[in-house]
């Protein structure tokens, strides 16, 4: 069952699929690895398209889901997406201005199928024939070339920039219950490489009284992810919900010095003091954590999960691996997003106390308050 209010991390190997359910009405998904091999009964791995075309809600008679973010185009965060787009009725997309550039990359079937579904839908807007749902774009991120031929025509709801916030969802207004605040890409952030340039976004759910924050930073790098720490403020960073950024990477924390990996723990000191303080998950989605790290080998990296796992409280370093085939559940309970660890929201709000696994571990619970920015004036829309 999913949640009335939450986020599902599906567990399809090292790579990205997240969804975010702000109501029963509305689902918000964040990249696609959706793997053919995960559709044998016998694949641990979760066939994610078929469960979101099952789960999700309707409109029209078709699945729905009300926007499709993909924080980049590398397979392993785009695959499925044609099956997607064919079988339901994606609302909106949010991408960054790189799918704009995407002739300089080599992309899969997928991801040339969701620049085609961008640029037609960027056509038709351009063209002034306005947007209903499953013709909306949403363009995050600052880029010279917005300020060219179709860009230069489109309306100003159809861009968020970093710095900024929005409320608005497929076309309707969601203060109460819906933010977004964008952390990148910012202009002259990162490198030509894609991974650089991922969306990095916070976001807030809530029933209107309560509130849960999810903070997903794409595969960004440690000169990027430094960059979102040093340059937003504690309320835009705050996380119930931390997904480590590229499935669990080591280059997120460590930096190459005089030929030697070095851990700046000053960015891992900046990312516990952004913890929600009634309780805080990272998570990793990946494969599960090697004991020993090779070299020069591809995330999942020990070296990483033992980072995360020193700046949190014991057992709230979660890999979606390890619960394969079942997704990682968080539902909104009064004290934010807490992991489901049973068949209701009874059994999960339990977790949510941070003393009482701090008491456990031996170490002091977090102290960083709640959101307090949640519900203002929103930028888009």
Not at 201 to 212: A, K, L, N, P, T
Not at 256 to 264: A, F, H, I, M, P
């Amino acid at each position: 069952m999913p949640p009335d209010i939450g986020l599902i991390l599906w567990p399809v190997g090292t790579g990205d699929s997240t969804t975010i359910i702000v109501d029963s009405d509305r689902w918000v998904q964040i990249d696609l690895h959706h793997l053919a091999a995960a559709e044998d009964d016998q694949d641990d791995r979760v066939p994610v398209v078929d469960r979101l075309l099952e789960l999700a809600p309707r409109k029209e008679g078709k699945p729905y889901i009300a926007a499709f973010a993909a924080t980049h185009l590398d397979t392993d965060h785009i695959r499925g997406f044609a099956k997607l787009l064919d079988e339901a009725i994606i609302g909106e997309l949010w991408f960054s201005p790189r799918v704009l550039r995407a002739a300089d990359d080599e992309l899969c079937d997928d991801a040339l199928v969701f620049v085609k579904e961008a640029n037609d839908r960027i056509k038709h807007i351009a063209d002034g024939n306005g947007a209903d749902s499953g013709e909306r774009i949403l363009i995050i991120g600052d880029d010279d070339l917005l300020g060219e031929d179709p860009y230069s025509k489109l309306p100003v709801e159809c861009f968020s920039k970093p710095g900024e916030f929005f409320s608005s969802l497929d076309g309707e207004q969601l203060e109460d219950t819906f933010r977004v605040f964008v952390h990148s890409p910012q202009k002259g952030d990162g490198s030509e490489d894609p991974n650089d340039l991922s969306l990095g976004m916070q976001i807030m759910v809530s029933d209107g009284e309560h509130r849960g924050t999810f903070l997903t930073l794409g595969d960004l790098r440690y000169d990027d992810v430094s960059a979102v720490f040093e340059r937003a403020d504690d309320d835009d960073l705050l996380w119930s919900v931390f997904q480590a950024p590229h499935h669990c990477s080591k280059k997120v924390m460590y930096v190459e010095e005089d030929g030697t990996e070095v851990l700046k723990t000053e960015l891992m000191d900046r990312i516990e003091e952004t913890a929600d303080d009634r309780g805080a998950w990272i998570v990793a989605s990946c494969e599960c954590i090697p004991e020993t790290d090779k070299p020069a080998a591809n995330p999942p990296h020990r070296a990483a999960a033992t980072a995360y796992e020193e700046r949190v409280d014991s057992g709230r370093f979660v890999v979606t691996g390890d619960s394969a085939p079942e997704p990682l559940v968080f539902e909104l309970t009064a004290n934010g997003l807490a992991l489901r660890s049973g068949d209701g929201p009874d059994a999960s709000s339990s977790l949510t106390v941070p003393e009482a696994t701090a008491a456990a571990s031996g170490r002091r619970a977090t102290s960083h308050s709640s959101a307090t920015g949640f519900g203002g004036p929103a930028i888009r829309g």
